[in-house]
């Protein structure tokens, strides 16, 4: 049997799932099958173990993250999370219980400061992209957005009276060296595992954070990374190429801020909601080599087809893959479901959010299908 990676050092892994809220149990739930597979053949060894999070630990326990919920995220080795947050929630848990508050306290205390954010297009469905198939055909970007900074933290922030009896609204776009040093090392060794090409998009032009962004990704490019290739951009021209050329891209390093909207406009270039797959990383042990991380599906908790057995369960499982690529080091398990999904497609399989003229098929048969070919 292979290795299951460093950051476990001989340790058997452990994975907490957090099916959450919604849809969150459904998709879970077939990614669950896909690794119990992968360990009843003895291809990998881990612990599997369950806890809730979002609404429905609120209900109860009365607490989106409970205590022992965050203990035992503090202890796995890697995390999968389905969806948290559904509008029955909204109404009724007060505003400190509600359940999008477990994600935001999840990335703080595990320090998850590095979100990434991959946009591949899967060539069977290169039509449903809103760009020219010929555009997207092949298309395989990286974002590494940096998540624990930046204007949705910094401080000063929130409302203050003007002495003429007006009121001024305040944000505060704040990085230090450490910050920008540590999301540019994460994108450069990302990088090179790939094409080794580095967009780092910021507005330099108008924004002093923005010149010391590129003044600390330059300096780290070259003391650590001459072999990858760094190029600067600017995030609003970013944001145009991402529409008018997206091949050019390998991975795309940026800010909190810039980061939220440039992966959007790079997700949506390759179709569905349903098949976006996310991690969010905390910092390296030196010494261990163990790193906090958490892996879900772009999407939410999709309210709206819970508990119908038609949601799209390949974000989650494709989440997976990038769990047993970063945290696990399996690349051949990663790759062994991709390319189970790719072929799932071309089969015509579809889940009804990405069909077009098949028949769509249930969430527990898209999870079949994959099963089957892994
Ligand atoms: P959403 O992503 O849940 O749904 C948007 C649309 O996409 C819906 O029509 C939904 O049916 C569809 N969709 C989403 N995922 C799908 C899938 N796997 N298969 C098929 N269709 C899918 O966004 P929303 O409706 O704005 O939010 C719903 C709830 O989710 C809210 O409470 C929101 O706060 C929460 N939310 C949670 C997360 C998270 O847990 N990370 C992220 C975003 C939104």
Known sequence: MADNGNAVMGAMPSILLLA??????EIVSQARRVLQTFIERGLFKATISDAQVGGVAWLQEGDPLPEHVMAKAKKADAILLGAVGAPQFDREAPRDKRPELALLRLRKELDLFANLRPARCFDALTEASSLRPELVR?????????????????QPRGMERMPDGSSRCVDTQ?????????????AFELAKKRKAIVHSADKANVMETGHFWRKVVTERHA????????KHILADNCAMQ????????????????????????????????????????????????????LYEPVHGSAPDIANKGIAN??????????????????DDLATRIE????????????TADIATSQKPISTEAMGDAILAEV
């Open 339 to 350: 390319k189970a999904v790719e072929k799932v497609l071309a089969r015509g399989l579809r």
């Open 20 to 25: 959450g809220d919604g849809i969150g149990p």
């Open 242 to 293: 991402l529409v008018r050329e997206p091949k050019q891209f390998d991975v795309i390093l940026t800010d909190n801020l810039f980061g939220d909207l440039l992966s959007d406009v790079a997700a949506m270039l390759t179709g569905s909601l349903g098949m976006l797959a996310s991690a969010s990383l905390g910092a390296r042990d030196a010494k261990s080599g163990r790193q906090n991380a």
């Open 138 to 154: 092949g298309l395989d970007i990286l974002i590494v957005r940096e998540l624990s900074s930046g204007v949705y933290f910094g």
């Open 313 to 330: 369960p390949l974000a989650t499982i494709l989440s997976l893959a990038m769990m047993l690529r970063i945290s696990f080091e399996r």
């Open 223 to 230: 003391k650590k990374f001459k072999e990858v290739e760094l």
């Open 174 to 186: 704040a990085y230090s060296e450490g910050e920008i040093a540590r999301i540019t090392d994460t």
